[in-house]
């Protein structure tokens, strides 16, 4: 039992070196990310009116997802044009690349599309993930009710089969 007790101590040793070694490591190596991407939040102007508009577009367009989920004909076509949203995002980029003059104090738009990518498709993205599980939450509850509707037909047929 002595022998069981101590290979479990060393095991625990080896287990809690091998978390400390890779928390460490992931720090080391999540510390560049970080730095960049704190160096792109704050290179944007947030007070700017158009990316205040864009941001408050993105909540209206949750909250408008979010009371509407029972709207399963509704969330399919928010599902359709935020996707087709994310697919014109490329020439979108390039349109307000040539134009940010006109409602920007600074170019944001890079050949990349860096900035368009992190601020329009991404919301849009998420929100069409949010659409997804709740069409599929839906078709899950109604497949339960199928199934019910199903078993209350079959005991019905088999009562009137005993009578």
């Known amino acids: 039992m002595e022998e069981m007790k101590k290979a479990v ?20 190596q999540l510390r560049p990310a970080l730095d960049v991407f704190l160096g792109f ?23 408008t997802v979010v009371l509407s989920r029972k709207c399963l004909n509704f969330q399919m076509c928010l599902f359709l ?49 949010i659409i997804l599980v709740n069409t599929l939450f839906s078709l899950c509850h109604l497949i339960v009710r199928w199934k019910r509707a199903e078993l209350r037909h079959r005991a019905r047929l088999s009562q009137k089969k005993q009578e």
């Open 41 to 63: 939040f704050h290179a944007i102007d947030w007070k700017e009116p158009w990316l205040i508009g864009l941001i408050s577009f993105h909540c209206l367009l949750l909250i």
């Open 9 to 28: 101590e060393i095991h625990m040793d080896q287990l809690s070196d091998l978390i400390l070694g890779l928390s460490s490591e992931l720090r080391t």
């Open 81 to 129: 044009l935020s996707l087709a949203g994310v697919y014109l995002a490329e020439r979108l980029n390039s349109f307000l690349g040539d134009h940010w003059k006109s409602f920007a104090t600074q170019n944001y738009f890079d050949p990349h599309g860096i900035f368009l990518s992190t601020l329009w498709s991404g919301p849009l993205l998420v929100i069409a993930i």
